[in-house]
Nanobody, 124 residues
């Protein structure tokens, strides 16, 4: 069982930035593909970004390309989501996700473990 703990959410004005962090338990972080999803009120949870086991490949949903950057730090068992130029439509609960021995998290079905979520609110 892998535990994921997110932090870094909050309230920010449109155009601002936030950096989300996710700390993962376990000794085999290097085998985990990691990702971020989000869920806005009354909407389904959706894919935002993911990063491969070795950090060499990243994937983004179209609406965040050029604004969000996902990265990982093996020494800290952590994954990050740098969010710039935030828009009100980015408001959602953001969830960290993981799956071991896997490279491409792209959808809900790809995920084995979830964090508890962190709220991001962007005011206009």
């Amino acid at each position: 069982q892998v535990q994921l703990v997110e932090s870094g959410g909050g309230l920010v004005q449109a155009g601002g930035s936030l950096r989300l962090s996710c700390a993962a338990s376990g000794r085999t972080f290097s085998t985990y593909a990691m990702g971020w999803f989000r869920q806005a009120p009354e909407k389904e949870r959706e894919f935002v970004a993911s990063i491969s086991q070795d950090g060499g490949r990243t994937y983004y949903t179209d609406s965040v390309k050029g604004r969000f950057t996902i990265s990982r730090d093996g020494a800290k068992n952590a994954v990050y989501l740098q969010m710039n130029s935030l828009k009100p439509e980015d408001t959602a609960v953001y969830y960290c996700a993981a799956r071991n021995f896997y490279n491409e998290i792209r959808s809900l079905k790809d995920v084995f473990w979830w964090g508890q979520g962190t709220q991001v609110t962007v005011s206009s």
